[in-house]
């Protein structure tokens, strides 16, 4: 069974970036689709981005030309490049991965967007 483990989050300012880390461990992750999710308080979760193990992506309308989600196969690793970060970008940010009809979920890192 894999599992993830996120890191990267923190207090930046409105306009900074972050990049999330995701790393996974216990299975083969280049198999897998991955996504990054967030919740806000008082919201429900979403989807931010998703990579296909092909190498696919799509986009939240919110997050388009600000951040950016990859992978590296080799270091079991999945990143979201956060730019031109907004308030509203607060969230607890969740990454997901996807293989054979089951759902894996990391602990979430918190990142928090404020002056």
């Known amino acids: 069974q894999v599992q993830f483990v996120e890191s990267g989050g923190g207090l930046v300012q409105p306009g900074g970036s972050l990049r999330l880390s995701c790393a996974a461990s216990?299975?083969?992750?280049?198999?897998?689709?991955m996504a990054w999710y967030r919740q806000a308080p008082g919201k429900q979760r979403e989807l931010v981005a998703t990579?296909?193990?092909?190498?696919?992506?799509n986009y939240a309308d919110s997050v388009k030309g600000r951040f950016t989600i990859s992978r590296d196969n080799a270091k079991n690793t999945v990143y979201l490049q956060m730019n031109s970060l907004k308030p509203e970008d607060t969230a607890v940010y969740y990454c997901?991965?996807?293989?054979?009809?089951?759902?894996?979920w990391g602990q979430g890192t918190q990142v928090t967007v404020s002056s």
């Open positions: 997901n991965g996807y293989r054979s009809g089951h759902d894996y």
């Open positions: 216990g299975s083969i992750f280049s198999s897998y689709r």
């Open positions: 990579m296909s193990s092909g190498g696919s992506t």
